[in-house]
């Protein structure tokens, strides 16, 4: 059931909200909330105030004296009101502006010889290059299946290298901070997202085989590399 609630928002010195200190009044719960998309900077503050709250929750004060200590602390002004809990989480949960910006600020525009070769490794790859070869699968002799593998191209695997390099695989984003990027239906990929798509790839590849496959088949991957492509042109 949904009921009002109260919450403060907790920033950085620079003002990117990094999450919600709120208040429960119905179920008697002081809660901290997350905001997923925020960067390194805003997880680590995120961290130190999950313990902040949790420790006033220990102190068994009353819900409004705790909630009125912990905005004082955070310096952002008294505590709103929210029709439930859901909007706190939708809060928690949304991408701003300031976070594409922060994405973007990752890129090095200055490493021309590492653009270069994003661009070259680019030019070079060929429709077969692009096709994904997948091993394993095989029984061996003690009757236990090899679990399966992408075997990638040399000049497919070098463009994802070469993202490394540009600065598009960022700590900065958090694979779990929003939906993963998808090649869009048409116009061109958002640079922001392609940060987010290059980090899903190179990094997600580690946590799930097959990621780069996925975005090659999708359109993603080539979606990826132009916006990037094109971003730089354009900050040159």
């Given at each position: 059931?949904?009921?009002?609630?109260?919450?403060?928002?907790?920033?950085?010195?620079?003002?990117?909200?990094?999450?919600?200190?709120?208040?429960?009044?119905?179920?008697?719960?002081?809660?901290?909330?997350?905001?997923?998309?925020?960067g390194v900077e805003g997880f680590r503050?995120?961290?130190?105030?999950?313990?902040?709250?949790?420790?006033?929750?220990?102190?068994?004060?009353?819900?409004?004296?705790?909630?009125?200590?912990?905005?004082?602390?955070?310096?952002?002004?008294?505590?709103?009101?929210?029709?439930?809990?859901?909007?706190?989480?939708?809060?928690?949960r949304a991408v701003t502006e300031a976070?594409?910006?922060?994405?973007?600020?990752?890129?090095?525009?200055?490493?021309?010889?590492?653009?270069?070769?994003?661009?070259?490794?680019?030019?070079?790859?060929?429709?077969?290059?692009?096709?994904?070869?997948?091993?394993?699968?095989?029984?061996?002799?003690?009757?236990?299946?090899?679990?399966?593998?992408?075997?990638?191209?040399?000049?497919?695997?070098?463009?994802?290298?070469?993202?490394?390099?540009?600065?598009?695989?960022?700590?900065?984003?958090?694979?779990?901070?929003?939906?993963?990027?998808?090649?869009?239906?048409?116009?061109?990929?958002?640079?922001?997202?392609?940060?987010?798509?290059?980090?899903?790839?190179?990094?997600?590849?580690?946590?799930?085989?097959?990621?780069?496959?996925?975005?090659?088949?999708?359109?993603?991957?080539?979606?990826?590399?132009?916006?990037?492509?094109?971003?730089?042109?354009?900050?040159s």
């Open positions: 059931m949904n009921h009002p609630v109260q919450y403060v928002a907790v920033e950085t010195p620079d003002g990117e909200v990094v999450g919600y200190v709120w208040a429960d009044y119905t179920a008697g719960t002081l809660e901290w909330a997350q905001r997923v998309a925020t503050l995120g961290r130190e105030w999950s313990e902040k709250v949790a420790e006033v929750r220990k102190r068994g004060l009353p819900l409004a004296g705790a909630l009125t200590e912990l905005a004082r602390a955070a310096g952002t002004g008294p505590p709103l009101d929210a029709s439930g809990p859901d909007v706190v989480e939708e809060l928690a976070d594409d910006r922060r994405l973007l600020a990752q890129l090095d525009h200055g490493n021309a010889q590492a653009w270069q070769e994003l661009a070259d490794a680019y030019a070079a790859l060929t429709d077969d290059d692009r096709v994904v070869r997948w091993g394993g699968g095989e029984k061996n002799a003690n009757g236990a299946i090899q679990v399966a593998f992408p075997v990638y191209s040399r000049p497919l695997w070098r463009v994802v290298t070469a993202l490394w390099g540009i600065g598009a695989v960022t700590p900065e984003h958090h694979l779990s901070a929003s939906p993963d990027p998808t090649a869009p239906p048409r116009g061109r990929l958002r640079p922001a997202d392609a940060v987010r798509a290059a980090t899903l790839l190179a990094a997600g590849e580690r946590i799930s085989e097959g990621t780069v496959d996925e975005a090659v088949r999708s359109g993603l991957f080539d979606a990826m590399v132009v916006a990037l492509l094109d971003r730089h042109a354009a900050q």
